[in-house]
């Protein structure tokens, strides 16, 4: 069974970078067609998906979000991360990371963390 586990400050200054990192057990970040995302809600909104890192590094981001942010990833700790530069009180929301695979049944979500931007 994956298992996902965010992390990360709770707190974030306007202008300043919100970092997290998702944690995974159960399963490898390298698994040949396995998805690794970035997933936030704003309170009182829809889920806006903002970017995914792929089982062989490669990134691709909201539109929307592109300019401000960057996915990474560390094989070695089964890891990976959520850089989001810039911020401001719209920012604030809880972050979810979140796996799915290409044949797979369904998808597994960490439980999400609340990060508040607020001076």
């Known amino acids: 069974q994956v298992q996902l586990q965010e992390s990360g400050p709770g707190l974030v200054k306007p202008s300043q970078t919100l970092s997290l990192t998702c944690t995974v057990s159960?399963?490898?970040?390298?698994?040949?067609?396995?998805?690794w995302s970035w997933i936030r809600q704003p309170p009182g909104k829809e889920l806006e998906w903002m970017g995914v890192?792929?089982?062989?590094?490669?990134?691709w981001y909201s539109p929307s979000l592109k300019s401000r942010t960057s996915i990474s990833r560390d094989t070695s700790k089964n890891q990976f991360s959520l850089q989001l530069s810039s911020v401001t009180p719209e920012d604030t929301a809880v972050y979810f990371c979140?796996?799915?695979?290409?044949?797979?049944?369904?998808?597994?979500w960490g439980q999400g963390t609340q990060v508040t931007v607020s001076s």
């Open positions: 159960g399963g490898s970040i390298t698994t040949s067609y396995s998805a």
């Open positions: 979140n796996t799915r695979r290409l044949g797979g049944v369904r998808d597994y």
């Open positions: 890192i792929g089982d062989d590094g490669r990134t």
